[in-house]
């Protein structure tokens, strides 16, 4: 793997007078560190300027007769405050082989240069340990519940988060659970501790006639609980690729007060070009809050290609940071008063209309 770190900034540039949207990349020249990923760094201060709005006179809020605190059952959370309000955020495009041992210790290695890069929030890539194929997935299954041998995965992720003490969102791997098998993405805090694990709720079932067919539940089953959890950078919701085609689960996560979204996803050479960036930015403008996907580099060679383009979208739907499909490492920075500040310019949370539908959180208010 090549030393050079490219650099690259990517912005989106909203002009709120014409209502027109245009993109830019400015390219910075390759710096020479030592390294063993290509690192791409976007600069949240060129970024965010570009947003700000003019002082202007909102027009009176819609009139609360409308209900809209009824839009949500349980009513929504009000975001609570984060334990940090900016930091930065690393997704690594890791690329995987039928090697279990290299894989673990390659996500290791990316772990530990992102965080001599700053992040102090890691996400890694869905299916990151293995290859991504029917045959495959029950071999390297682990008992993520037994721990130590039994999932050396995780038991790396645990030993990486304490020594580094870094939150690491662990993508997923195949979990072993009685005679079940569960797409499952692990969360670690600072201490080393399991802290969250969400099992993948919508199972990849699709089939695109001379494109793709692909049967998820042929071998994973289905998890049943949404998961939002308390970090050290804040409250986040857990997806799984296809999880994501899916608002109303994004809809329960931001009722349930959550800062970001996370989805380690390996979408496909058919749905990516088409969906992969769309669904995250409708996601984090219909919620109004940011989006990090993480993807496994591309594979011309597997029996399953991804599509990469790993990405971190912003509250405002725009794109913060994101690569292409070669193996690298994403950084960019997290500012979650943008979250404040875009909620006050397009005051969505007083303008539902609780009197015409309503978003019920069925394990919300069994909990209450």
Same mark, same amino acid.
């Given at each position: 793997?090549?030393?050079?770190?490219?650099?690259?900034?990517?912005?989106?540039?909203?002009?709120?007078?014409?209502?027109?949207?245009?993109?830019?990349?400015?390219?910075?020249?390759? *710096?020479?560190?030592?390294?063993?990923?290509?690192?791409?760094?976007?600069?949240a201060?060129?970024i965010?300027?570009?947003?700000?709005?003019?002082?202007?006179?909102?027009?009176p809020?819609?009139?609360s007769?409308?209900?809209?605190?009824q839009?949500?059952?349980?009513?929504?959370?009000?975001?609570?405050?984060?334990?940090?309000?900016?930091?930065?955020?690393?997704?690594?495009?890791?690329?995987?082989?039928?090697?279990?041992?290299?894989?673990?210790?390659?996500?290791r290695? =990316?772990?530990?240069?992102? $965080?001599?890069?700053?992040?102090?929030?890691?996400?890694?890539?869905?299916?990151?340990?293995?290859?991504?194929s029917?045959?495959?997935?029950?071999?390297?299954?682990?008992?993520?519940?037994a721990?130590?041998? =039994?999932?050396?995965?995780?038991?790396?992720?645990?030993?990486?988060s304490?020594?580094?003490?870094?939150?690491?969102?662990?993508?997923?791997i195949v979990?072993?659970?009685?005679?079940?098998?569960y797409?499952?993405?692990?969360?670690?805090g600072?201490?080393?501790?399991l802290?969250?694990?969400?099992?993948?709720?919508h199972?990849?079932?699709?089939?695109?006639?001379?494109?793709i067919?692909?049967?998820?539940?042929?071998?994973?089953?289905?998890?049943?609980?949404?998961t939002?959890?308390?970090?050290?950078?804040?409250?986040?919701?857990?997806?799984?690729?296809y999880?994501?085609?899916?608002?109303?689960?994004?809809?329960?996560?931001?009722?349930r007060?959550?800062?970001?979204?996370?989805?380690?996803?390996?979408?496909?050479?058919?749905?990516?070009?088409?969906?992969?960036? *769309?669904?995250q930015?409708?996601r984090?403008?219909?919620?109004q *809050?940011?989006?990090?996907?993480?993807?496994p580099?591309?594979?011309?060679?597997?029996?399953?290609?991804?599509?990469?383009?790993?990405?971190?979208?912003?509250?405002?739907?725009?794109?913060?940071?994101?690569?292409?499909?070669?193996?690298?490492?994403?950084i960019s920075?997290i500012?979650y008063?943008?979250i404040e500040?875009?909620?006050?310019? *397009?005051?969505?949370?007083?303008?539902?209309r609780?009197?015409?539908?309503?978003?019920?959180? $069925?394990?919300?208010?069994?909990?209450?």
């Open positions: 793997m090549k030393a050079a770190i490219s650099s690259l900034i990517s912005s989106r540039n909203f002009n709120l007078h014409q209502f027109s949207l245009s993109r830019s990349i400015f390219r910075q020249p390759s *710096l020479l560190l030592p390294s063993h990923f290509p690192v791409i760094f976007t600069g201060n060129l965010s300027h570009k947003f700000r709005f003019h002082s202007i006179k909102s027009s809020i819609m009139a007769s409308f209900s809209p605190e839009a949500r059952s349980p009513p929504a959370l009000p975001l609570p405050i984060p334990p940090v309000t900016k930091f930065k955020i690393a997704l690594c495009q890791l690329a995987v082989t039928a090697d279990k041992q290299r894989n673990i210790e390659h996500a290695k =990316a772990i530990e240069e992102a $965080v001599e890069k700053g992040a102090q929030l890691v996400v890694l890539p869905e299916i990151w340990n293995c290859p991504y029917h045959d495959s997935l029950p071999l390297y299954a682990e008992d993520i519940e721990g130590g041998d =039994a999932s050396p995965s995780t038991a790396m992720l645990s030993e990486v304490r020594r580094l003490k870094v939150t690491i969102i662990g993508g997923s979990e072993r659970s009685g005679d079940k098998f797409n499952a993405s692990c969360v670690f600072t201490d080393g501790k802290k969250a694990k969400h099992r993948k709720i199972l990849f079932d699709i089939d695109i006639p001379g494109k067919t692909f049967i998820e539940s042929k071998t994973i089953a289905a998890g049943q609980t949404p939002v959890v308390d970090t050290e950078v804040g409250r986040i919701g857990i997806g799984i690729c999880d994501i085609r899916f608002p109303e689960l994004a809809m329960m996560y931001a009722a007060g959550a800062h970001l979204i996370c989805y380690p996803g390996a979408f496909n050479m058919t749905t990516g070009p088409l969906h992969w960036e *769309l669904l930015r409708a984090a403008v219909d919620n *809050l940011y989006v990090a996907t993480c993807s580099a591309r594979n011309a060679d597997a029996s399953y290609v991804a599509w990469g383009h790993s990405t971190l979208v912003g509250p405002f739907g725009e794109v913060l940071a994101t690569t292409e499909h070669d193996e690298a490492i994403v920075e500012d008063s943008f500040l875009r909620r006050t310019n *397009l005051p969505l949370l007083k303008q539902r609780g009197d015409l539908y309503q978003l019920v959180d $069925v394990q919300g208010l069994k909990s209450e």
